[in-house]
Nanobody
Framework: QVQLVESGGGLVQPGGSLRLSCAAS????????MNWYRQAPGKERELVAA????????RYVDSVKGRFTISRDNAKNTVFLQMNSLKPEDTAVYYC?????????WGQGTQVTVSS
């Protein structure tokens, strides 16, 4: 049974930081590219950050470049999203996604709220 379990969300003031984690089980983690998506109320889900299976390459949506960092620890089957200089527009449910060709798995999501 595949499980992706996100953690680390919460309420933070503008300018603050959060670190999201996603722990994977039931898959060969090191074979999967990993992604973080987010979905704000009334908006479509968007890809925020992606990292290749080896961690050798990353990419980001323009709105988070320079503020967010995606990383992974293949020994611990975990992917991270370090979020700094958070803005109210970063408020959303953040989802972890494991992607390998025709197979994709999703976590349940973790809420991030940026508000004073």
């Amino acid at each position: 049974q595949v499980q992706l379990v996100e953690s680390g969300g919460g309420l933070v003031q503008p300018g603050g930081s959060l670190r999201l984690s996603c722990a994977a089980s039931g898959i060969t983690f090191s074979a999967y590219a990993m992604n973080w998506y987010r979905q704000a109320p009334g908006k479509e889900r968007e890809l925020v950050a992606a990292i290749t299976s080896t961690g050798g390459s990353t990419r980001y949506v323009d709105s988070v470049k320079g503020r967010f960092t995606i990383s992974r620890d293949n020994a611990k089957n975990t992917v991270f999203l370090q979020m700094n200089s958070l803005k109210p527009e970063d408020t959303a449910v953040y989802y972890c996604n494991a992607d390998r060709a025709t197979r994709a798995y999703w976590g349940q999501g973790t809420q991030v709220t940026v508000s004073s």
